[in-house]
């Protein structure tokens, strides 16, 4: 079965930490693969989305980067957190192109 | 430059209520309309809308878009305790890049 799995689900780090968040899916091959970011009390935004591996657009400029190693993992990154980058992130896909699924997030408080 | 608004921000309700919640929008290239609930965690797909007038129902739930007027409803029908969630409204652009409502926080006390 197709499934998408996000880790860590909590994190709590310190500003001017690195950060690596990381999503795989399983049972596809060559998705479109996504990171949004939810701040509080606010909607989704579209931080980077990934067609191959490789492939990385970015929506926003930002602290953040992502990378995509394998065909079916997306990383997120950061050299060193600000206190703005705090939120829920999210990773998603879309099964066949259609409808974006998210993973359970990850959410991050920088200190 | 493209967004989705939603209205209103947050509502409280009785069970048994009917609620409607809505959703406006401005982008280019629009390809679809998405409504997804998010209770704690990840949010979970509800409906895809691409067609003007064309009800889709999924038990109490509804929705309906207009893309003349460039909107879309939410219809929840004999609310339950388990609705309380906020609801996000979201549009494809391209290639499921969406643009995301900031949700409205649907609160139903019993």
């Known amino acids: 079965s197709q499934t998408i799995h996000q880790w860590p689900a909590t994190l709590v780090q310190p500003v001017g930490s690195p950060l690596s968040l990381e999503c795989t899916v399983e049972?596809?091959?060559?998705?479109?693969l996504y990171w949004y970011r939810q701040a509080a009390g606010r909607g989704l935004q579209l931080l980077f989305y990934s067609v191959g591996i490789g492939q990385i657009s970015s929506e926003v400029p930002q602290n953040l980067s992502a990378s995509r190693p394998q065909d079916r993992q997306f990383i997120l990154s950061s050299k060193k957190l600000l206190l703005s980058d705090s939120g829920f992130y999210l990773c998603?896909?879309?099964?066949?192109?259609?409808?974006?699924?998210f993973g359970n997030g990850t959410r991050l408080t920088v200190t | 430059e493209d967004k989705v608004v939603q209205s209103p921000l947050s509502l409280v309700v009785h069970e048994g209520d009917t609620v409607t919640l809505n959703c406006s929008y401005e982008v280019t290239n629009f390809r679809s309309l998405l409504w997804y609930k998010q209770e704690k965690k990840a949010p979970t797909f509800l409906f895809m809308l691409t067609s003007s007038g064309i009800e889709k129902k999924s038990g109490r739930l509804s929705s309906i878009l207009d893309k003349k007027e460039l909107f879309s409803i939410l219809n929840i029908t004999a609310t339950q305790t388990g609705d309380s969630a906020v609801y996000l409204c979201a549009v494809d652009r391209y290639g499921n890049k969406l643009v995301f409502g900031a949700g409205t926080i649907l609160r139903v006390k019993s």
């Open positions: 049972g596809t091959s060559n998705p479109n």
């Open positions: 998603a896909w879309a099964p066949g192109g259609m409808t974006l699924h």
